[in-house]
T-cell receptor, first 111, second 116 residues
Framework: GEDVEQSLFLSVREGDSSVINCTYTDSSSTYLYWYKQEPGAGLQLLTYIFSNMDMKQDQRLTVLLNKKDKHLSLRIADTQTGDSAIYFCAEKVWGYNKLIFGAGTRLAVHP | EPEVTQTPSHQVTQMGQEVILRCVPISNHLYFYWYRQILGQKVEFLVSFYNNEISEKSEIFDDQFSVERPDGSNFTLKIRSTKLEDSAMYFC??????????????FGPGTRLTVL
């Protein structure tokens, strides 16, 4: 079955890099996404990666995809207090348009 | 920048009542979605809609739920007879397409539904 798992909590110091990890079970994923949710707000699409790519970089964000291990990560360079939020990993599986979400990782950035 | 909007931001209703949640997707998008997030749980897919019909639905989306695009801009989710367990944040999303650069689903801010 389809399942997406994330660790629930990550705490980092301001200025350090954050790495948020995600694993998924369905090998027929086509796209994998990272969404950000700030308190009381909706889901903001940060970035996505197509399943035939290994890496995608977008300013401070780097996405790494290991298809063999079904592992996705999001690295945030120079983490700022404004990056404090819940980060959701999601996948889209071949033949479907629905997104399957993980439970979200709460990132806390402290001085 | 275009965005998905949803109204109301918070809806309180009595069990058994009908509710309609409203969404205005991004104007040139063709695919529309509803998701929900029960407090403390994962975001779950409910339904997708394309070309004026449902293209996918989950097992959550039973006969109590319906969707409609009543005009060229609105996309609605109706719950006919609400139950306590329908209390959740409901997110609307839209996308221009389903592959390539158009695959991105953009989400609205959500409607928090509270069933008493």
């Amino acid at each position: 079955g389809e399942d997406v798992e994330q660790s629930l909590f990550l705490s980092v110091r301001e200025g350090d890099s954050s790495v948020i990890n995600c694993t998924y079970t369905d090998s027929s994923s086509t796209y994998l996404y990272w969404y950000k949710q700030e308190p009381g707000a909706g889901l903001q699409l940060l970035t996505y990666i197509f399943s035939n790519m290994d890496m995608k970089q977008d300013q401070r964000l780097t996405v790494l995809l290991n298809k063999k291990d079904k592992h996705l990560s999001l690295r945030i360079a120079d983490t700022q207090t404004g990056d404090s939020a819940i980060y959701f990993c999601a996948e889209k599986v071949w033949g479907y348009n629905k997104l399957i979400f993980g439970a979200g990782t709460r990132l806390a950035v402290h001085p | 920048e275009p965005e998905v909007t949803q109204t109301p931001s918070h809806q309180v209703t009595q069990m058994g009542q009908e509710v309609i949640l409203r969404c205005v997707p991004i104007s040139n998008h063709l695919y529309f979605y509803w998701y929900r997030q029960i407090l403390g749980q994962k975001v779950e897919f409910l339904v997708s809609f394309y070309n004026n019909e449902i293209s996918e639905k989950s097992e959550i989306f039973d006969d109590q739920f319906s969707v409609e695009r009543p005009d060229g801009s609105n996309f609605t989710l109706k719950i006919r007879s609400t139950k306590l367990e329908d209390s959740a944040m409901y997110f609307c999303a839209s996308s221009a397409g389903t592959s390539g650069e158009d695959n991105e689903q953009f989400f609205g801010p959500g409607t928090r539904l509270t069933v008493l």
